[in-house]
């Protein structure tokens, strides 16, 4: 197999929750920034922003925030990444134009914000650190927005805990789903899923007992059963609107 350091570093991907004392480097975190600003975006909007944070008082009120995630208060950095659409209206009334706003500039920002995230966090991990995204952020859009200052039209896709991984708790890698459900070769593959699931699940059993863990045999299809019968987080529909994303505008064709 082919392989370099950037996708060693790929393969070598695991979500680090425990970190020890030690800083990160200022220069480090601005070279790992800095790289992932070049992350490529959507008609070169840059529709994203990115608050750091090292703050203990804000890091805790986060992590309460988040259901009490320890990781974002021990972290030494946390990263908030965020779509942001304001500065592009701004931009748009520097022009006069009234900017419209509707699914496409939701998606747009929230991909240019996962994009930079993920090139930051292979950075990151390129240089020995260790990081967990925090989906948890959108628990309570607007408490994370007035803590951070947001302006109208900003929101926190996820944040990131960045820090020096506490070595002896570096878990093993979580095996993933077999390549032949998640890779499609000219036509999606509409093959019955449920034989590969279940293997994978007892894939998962077995990660788990590894680690101490005793787990229901339906390991991951039990748990996105459970998680995906009911709906996540279905007042961010109405909260994200308030804060300026018109997800449901309709314009005309
Ligand atoms: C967008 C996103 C949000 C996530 N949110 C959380 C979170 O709030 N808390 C957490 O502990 N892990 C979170 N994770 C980490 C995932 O649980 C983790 O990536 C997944 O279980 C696979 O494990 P691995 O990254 O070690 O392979 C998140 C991951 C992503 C991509």
């Known amino acids: ?34 790289a992932g600003r070049r992350a490529p975006t959507s ?33 030494p950095v946390f990263l908030a990444f965020c779509a942001d659409l304001n500065r592009l209206q701004q931009t748009c009334e520097m022009h006069d134009v009234e900017m419209t706003n509707n699914l496409e500039t939701f998606i747009i920002s ?4 996962a994009l930079v995230g993920m090139s930051v966090q292979t950075g990151a991990e390129s240089f020995g650190l260790g990081a967990v995204m925090i989906g948890a952020m959108r628990n309570s859009p ?7 200052g947001l302006p109208r039209g900003v929101y926190v896709v996820y944040g990131m805990c960045l820090g020096w991984p506490e070595k002896s708790s570096i878990p093993p890698q979580k095996p993933r789903l077999p390549k032949e459900l998640v890779i499609h070769h000219e036509k999606y593959s509409t093959n019955d899923a449920s ?17 101490g863990r005793n ?10 059963a459970r998680n995906l ?17 018109d997800i449901c505008r309709k314009s005309e064709y």
């Open 1 to 34: 197999m082919f392989s370099n350091p950037v996708i060693e570093t790929q393969k070598n991907h695991v979500t680090i929750r425990q970190f020890n004392e030690e800083p990160i480097e200022t220069e480090m975190l601005e070279a790992i920034l800095e």
């Open 43 to 75: 008609s070169n909007m840059q529709a994203y922003s990115v608050i750091v944070i090292k703050d203990p008082l804000v890091k805790k009120r986060l992590s309460i925030l988040t259901g009490d995630q320890k990781h974002v208060e021990t972290c």
């Open 110 to 113: 929230t991909v240019d914000a």
């Open 142 to 148: 607007r408490e994370v927005a007035d803590l951070l």
């Open 195 to 211: 034989d590969l699931i279940h293997n994978y699940d007892k894939l998962l059993v077995k990660h788990y007992e590894a680690l």
């Open 215 to 224: 787990l229901n045999p339906a390991a991951w299809s039990g748990v996105i």
């Open 229 to 245: 019968g009911r709906s996540i987080r279905p007042e961010n529909l109405d909260l994200l609107g308030e804060m300026g994303f």
